[in-house]
Structures are given as C-alpha cells and as structure tokens.
C-alpha cells in the first residue's frame, strides 16, 4: 500500500481543496453540547473536530438514508423513480475504522442477490478518507477486529504528532493526492517508528473488551436462556440502539398521498427491529409481539445469523448503542453475561 | 440499470368475488410475469401501499395473473375496493416457489386453510398440468364457515382429475350445507398414503399451520417432508429490509414456502 505524509499545518489546505471533488461531511462538535459529535456538511475546514469520539448518528445516514422519496406517484403517470442525491459527489472525511467496516457491511447487504439502487446510486459517488482515533471506555472494535482496515477508504489518515501518515487505498484516493502533490512528502524511517509507537499506544488504551470467539455457537446454545425475558424486562424498545448503529439497515417502505388525493410519494424510512408493530402482519397477529422476543432478535441478528450470512458479524465495537441505551444496557456486559450464563436483573 | 423496487402498472381485467370477505383480481400486466408456484408479487394499490401476495393462477398462464385476496388490512381493503379497468402496480416475483420438480413420482398431500388456498392454487395447477408424473395429489382443505370455502365452483372439476382426491370441511356448518364439519386437521386422522413416498405442503392461518404440523409429525411426516408457506410483512422481497426473518432466513428470499426441517428450531416459527 503506498503511504505518504500530509504535515498538520497543510491539512486545513487539504481539506479545503476537497471541496473541489463535491461536498465534504466531516465531524463537528456540537456548540451546544461539548463533547457530542455529529456528521455534516463542512463550510470551513476549523470545524473539524479532529479529536471527536463516536458521532450521535454514523456516517450510513449519507447512503441509507434516514428517510427518503423513492417514488412520486400521480394518477395518470404512475410510478416515476426519484433518487435522492443522485448526482451529489460527496467526501466523508474523518471516519474512524469502525465506521468503515460498518460501511463495508452495508455494501455487502445492499448488493447480496438484489442491488439496491438507491443505496449504490449514492456509493458509487462517495469518497471514504479515514481518520486514525483513540478509544474511550465504551469502544471495543478491537475485540470485534474492526480496530484497523486495510481496504473500504480511498484515503486513511494516522496521527503521528506532527503530521499525518496518508495510506492510499485506491486509485481514486492515488488521483485525489497526484492533484494535490504538493501538500505531500515522502514517508521517513522516523515516521514509521512514530507510527508504530501510535499503534502500541492505541492498542494499550482499550478499557472494554468482548470475547467474541464461539460467540455464535454459544448464542445458539442459549436460545431459550432465561437471560432474554430478563433483558426484555430492561430493554424499552426504543429503538435507538438501532438507529445509532452503523450496520442496522432494516426499513419499511409506505405511501404517502398529497391532499390533491392524486399524487403522491413512496417512502423509504429507517425501521427496528425492536418496535412493536415490526413484526405485525394485516389481520392483527404480532409475530414478536413481546419485547423478550425483539430485543433477542436483534441480538441475534448482529452476533449470530449475520455470522450464518455474510461470515462475520455486523457490530462493529463502536460503543454507540451503549451510549444511547436509556435504560443502560451494554452489549459488551450482556454477551459476556451469556457466556458466563450469569444475567440477573438490575 | 432496472430499479427493482418499480413497480409495473398492471390493468384490472376483472374483480371476482370468491366469499363474503376474499375477492380475487384478474389481472394483464403489460408484459407476462413468469413465476413459480409459490413464488410471490408486491401489489402495489395507487395512493395506499404495497403489500406482498402470492399469485393464485397458472404458472403457465403468466400473461393474465390472478392474485386472491382476503379483506384483512389497510391495503388489502383498498384492494377490496377495486373494480375493472382500475390500474394497480406489481413488482416481482420474489422468493423461490415451491420445490415442484422433487415432487416427481411422490404422494403430495397438500392442506389449506382459508385464503391460504390461493397460493396453493397455483400450486395445484402446476401440479395438474401434468398430475401423471405425481403417486397422487391429495387436497385437504378447511374454511370458518360453508360461505368462506374458495373457488368452491372448481371443486368438482378438481375431483375428476385422475390421481386426484380432494376433500373438504367447515368448522362450522350453516344453511343447507351438508359437507365435513371440524377441522381440517380432521382430515388428516386415517390417511392412506407411503409416508415413505410422500411430502406435505401446507398453507393457512398461522395456528391452522401450527396444528397440521404437529398432526403431520405424529402420523409420521419426517420435519423435511413438510413445506409451509410462512408469511411475514415482507417490505423489500430482496432480503434486505429484515422485517421477514426466522432465525437465518429471510422469508421473502428463502421462502417464502420452508421446509419445516430448516426452521423447526426457532421459536418465532409460529409466532
């Protein structure tokens, strides 16, 4: 992988010059709230929050969005496809490694036997420059082996003081640093040493970790644990685990109609698997109708049949869903409870 | 690059009324839709929603669709509601249909309850087409009441074909109905067939599945000889928008007819 070095005093330069390519989103601070992080457009390059932790929402709401029109519909011309963002050509910049693995899962979901043309439609315009990162006490991607990429970035930052080690990831990151050669220098034999020193740092700071091995046979065996009533005894159901996860795709597509009765549009919207009317068919009957069952699905979405599908499992360690837990529920204390099999109630 | 949530605007050739509460629609998409028995369509209704249902017609008439539907939602009620030369949208077929070609030289024992008939239907046609390559196809079939039986009209004809038997019952008998009364599990006490050689496909309300599965493996159907038609509230049919799974599969993908022997172990199966 080629590597080149960007000095800190020339990366607001960087930055700016992206905005050449399309809009950049990079992560800020919120005024507001010291200490809360939020992806979003940049109009300076100062905004950046080079030191942020986990953003509130991860950087999926830029490729699976939110909610957005798929369709507007009219009663003489039918179905006309609207593709939000279509066009837009688009940087995100900053993301941590977690992130980047969480994207890679969603590119994998989104073209598995059917391509989502929504979803792609927006990726193929997408940048990913990565941002190296320090963890706090709710991180565990490095139990989740989600702590390094080697691939899913066009460009990867690493903080080694002074400057930045650049890695390429391809050939459009290579272009993206050829226009701009000027602002790069070649790697030193005393950057690699700073390199490996961040490494060691980084890697020595982990406060949370999960044992992940066997996790899917062990689940499987614990099924019908008495570990989920108690869990779902806890879990309200929000779903905000869900919608501040970077791999949880899951959505529900409705209809909606204009008051001239006549038109209209199709909606996309973000769902969870842990509200109560997910599993509700027409007719009235609930197919996960209490909260013990929709809180262990979606345990056993992320830890064991995404393991079954796609050979890996779809959480990334970012330490989001238990920050934003109302009730206070960790992931990492609950798995570890199930291989312990010693869940009690708080 | 063809967007596979669009839906096709299909014409309404003609609206049948089957019973009290389940309507079927005719209908002559603009380009045939070839599908499999079992394989289902997302119907869309202008205005009100999409809504997956699984085409009771002749696979091998894919150039008029038939899709029968009980009143039972918000989109289906608008569906209720439709009459001739209305235009409503389809997009699919999704899933995988029924395994039809294992069924070559074997016993089919095929049990319905209610609307779950009408996928079943097309099954039956498909079996039909060349009911010679089948041991023999045995219907068994149970509906509420005598005015909710569907596609009563065909009955007969169903009963001439040969290698075909075809049975019927009402949970509960009203006018001069003079059938079966109890439930369709009824049906199933003393049947005469080479469990050895035989599958089971089933269709119906969720608690009608329930007990002719266990009915089925106390006689001794083997959890593999079993296929039911698990419905959820598919919103994608791609196996993405994860509102159809049980346990590893996503129904609307890998189904939505299962073999009883991949899903028996999760407990959501029945809901």
């Known amino acids: 992988m080629k590597v080149v070095k960007l000095p800190k005093s020339k990366v607001e330069e960087f930055l700016s010059s992206l905005q050449d390519f399309g809009e950049v989103i990079i992560p800020k601070e919120k005024t507001e709230h010291p200490g809360v992080y939020y992806f979003d457009v940049m109009e300076n390059p100062s905004e950046m929050a080079w030191e942020y932790l986990r953003t509130i929402i991860p950087p999926k709401k830029y490729l699976h969005k939110p909610r957005e029109v798929i369709f507007k519909f009219h009663k003489e011309q039918g179905y006309q496809e609207v593709i939000e963002d279509k066009e837009t050509k688009r940087i995100l910049f900053g993301l941590h490694p977690c992130d980047i693995h969480g994207i890679k899962i969603l590119d994998v979901v989104f073209n598995r036997d059917y391509m989502d043309p929504y979803y792609y439609a927006r990726r193929k315009n997408t940048v990913i420059i990565g941002l190296s990162c320090l963890p706090d006490e709710k991180c565990f991607c490095k139990s989740m082996n989600t702590d390094y990429v080697e691939d899913g970035f066009d460009l990867f930052l690493s903080d080694i003081g002074e400057d930045f080690l650049v890695a390429v990831g391809t050939s459009l990151g290579d272009d993206l640093v050829a226009e701009r050669a000027h602002l790069f220098s070649e790697v030193e034999e005393e950057d690699r040493r700073k390199y490996l020193a961040f490494r060691k740092k980084r890697n020595e700071s982990f406060r949370l970790e999960l044992d992940i091995s066997d996790l899917p046979y062990i689940l499987d065996l614990e099924q019908k644990s008495p570990i989920w009533d108690e869990l779902g005894k806890r879990c309200l159901t929000c779903g905000s685990c869900s919608m501040v996860c970077p791999t949880c795709y899951c959505f529900n597509v409705y209809d909606t109609l204009n008051l001239d009765a006549k038109s209209g549009q199709r909606i996309k919207q973000w769902d969870a698997c842990l509200f109560k009317d997910y599993a509700l068919v027409a007719g009235g009957h609930n197919f996960r109708e209490n909260r013990a069952e929709r809180v262990k699905n979606r345990y056993y979405h992320k830890q064991f049949r995404m393991v079954e599908q796609y050979g890996k499992p779809s959480c990334v360690g970012c330490g989001r869903c238990i920050d934003a837990c109302p009730a206070g529920i960790d992931v990492v204390e609950v798995l570890t409870k199930v291989r312990e099999g010693s869940y009690v109630t708080h | ?271």
């Not at chain 2, 039986?149 to 949970?171: C, G, H, M």
Request: charged residues 20%; positive net charge; hydrophobic residues 40%.
């Open chain 2, 1 to 271: 690059m063809e967007n596979i949530y669009q839906p096709l605007e299909t014409e309404v050739l003609d609206v049948i009324t089957e019973t009290p509460t389940i309507k079927t629609l005719v209908l002559k998409p603009p380009r045939p839709i070839p599908f499999r028995a079992g394989q289902f369509m997302q119907l869309t209704v202008f205005g009100v929603g999409e809504a997956p249902f699984t085409p009771s017609s002749s696979p091998f008439h894919p150039e008029t669709m038939e899709i029968t539907i009980l009143k039972a939602g918000r989109v289906t009620a608008a569906v209720h509601q439709l009459k001739p030369g209305d235009r409503i949208g389809l997009r699919g077929p999704f899933g995988k249909g029924y395994p039809i070609e294992k069924f070559a030289g074997k016993e089919i024992l095929v049990v319905g309850g209610g609307v779950g008939l009408a996928p079943l239907r097309a099954l039956l046609y498909a079996l039909f087409h060349e009911a010679e390559k089948y041991q023999r196809i045995s219907i068994k079939y149970g509906a509420r009441n005598p005015a909710e039986l569907s596609f009563r009209r065909q009955y007969a004809a169903w009963q001439k074909i040969p290698n075909v038997d075809f049975e019927y019952t009402v949970d509960r008998a009203e006018g001069d109905y003079r059938g079966k009364i109890g439930l369709v599990t009824n049906l199933l006490d003393n049947l005469d067939l080479n469990l050895n050689n035989a599958y089971a496909v089933s269709c119906g309300p969720e608690v009608m599945l329930k007990f002719v599965t266990l009915k089925l493996l106390s006689i001794g159907f083997k959890p593999e000889q079993i296929y039911l038609s698990m419905n959820r509230n598919m919103s994608c049919g791609m196996g993405i928008c994860g509102r159809c799974n049980i346990g590893p599969y996503y129904l609307c993908k890998d189904g939505p007819d299962m073999n009883f022997a991949d899903i028996q172990k999760y407990p959501d199966v029945f809901g």
